[in-house]
């Protein structure tokens, strides 16, 4: 920093100066504010965006919180659904598997009936049973079969010759053996459903 001129003055002088603050000149005082005034007089127009109005402002964020929070929902009732359909398909698996377990358990004899299922789509099943087995377990078959091989059929009946037809609700508990006096039988498959 320089020093300034004049004699026995050792203070510092003004920027871009050659005296101190109290030995400047009138004139450098003058242009000095003369040269403020001038900036303070120069306006630059500076082009804003026009002002979003406090309502429509408030509005906007209201309808994006309302449709969030509706996505959010429809994503929620989403997930909930994939889960109750994975909880169901995981309870459908081990009932299934218990039934695959008890129908395939059986021990085969001599008087072992051969049972053959007809579908309406002309598929053949053919299965043993025990001849002490009840219509519940050839049901039971019939179903861990559909569910193995991907066949809707929920509702059905099983139906012989000369229209002999047996139902879920009435026959479950009835023997084989009781219905049919031969070893080989065929069976028809009739879907309620269509």
């Known amino acids: 920093m320089k020093q300034c001129m004049?004699?026995?003055c050792y203070k510092p002088s003004i920027k871009r100066g050659k005296y101190c603050e109290e030995h400047r000149s009138?004139?450098?005082?003058?242009?000095?504010?003369?040269?403020?005034?001038?900036?303070?007089?120069?306006t630059v127009p500076i082009s804003l965006p026009p002002p979003i109005i406090y309502d429509e402002r408030k509005h906007l964020i209201e309808e994006q919180d309302k449709e969030y929070k509706e996505n959010e929902l429809i994503d929620l009732k989403r997930f909930e659904e994939i889960e109750n359909k994975k909880y169901e398909k995981?309870?459908?698996?081990?009932?299934?598997?218990?039934l695959r377990n008890k129908v395939f358990s059986y021990e085969l004899t001599e008087n072992s009936f051969q049972i053959k299922f007809s579908m309406s789509n002309g598929t053949k099943i053919l299965h043993y049973?025990?001849?002490?087995?009840?219509?519940?377990?050839?049901f039971e078959?019939?179903?861990?079969?559909?569910?193995?091989?991907?066949?809707?059929?929920?509702?059905?009946?099983?139906?012989?010759?000369?229209?002999?037809?047996?139902?879920?609700q009435q026959h479950m508990k009835t023997n084989i053996n009781?219905?049919?006096?031969?070893?080989n039988i065929v069976i028809l498959i009739k879907n309620l459903d269509v």
Do not use: G
């Not at 995981?90 to 218990?98: C, L, P, T, V």
């Not at 991907?150 to 009946?157: E, G, L, Q, S, V």
């Open 6 to 8: 004049k004699t026995n």
């Open 26 to 42: 009138n004139k450098r005082i003058n242009s000095e504010m003369k040269r403020d005034d001038d900036l303070d007089s120069i």
């Open 90 to 98: 995981q309870i459908k698996d081990f009932e299934i598997d218990s």
């Open 129 to 138: 049973f025990n001849n002490n087995a009840l219509f519940e377990d050839l």
């Open 141 to 168: 078959y019939l179903d861990v079969y559909f569910y193995d091989n991907n066949i809707n059929i929920p509702n059905y009946d099983l139906v012989c010759f000369p229209n002999r037809i047996f139902t879920k």
């Open 178 to 183: 009781k219905e049919f006096t031969t070893k």
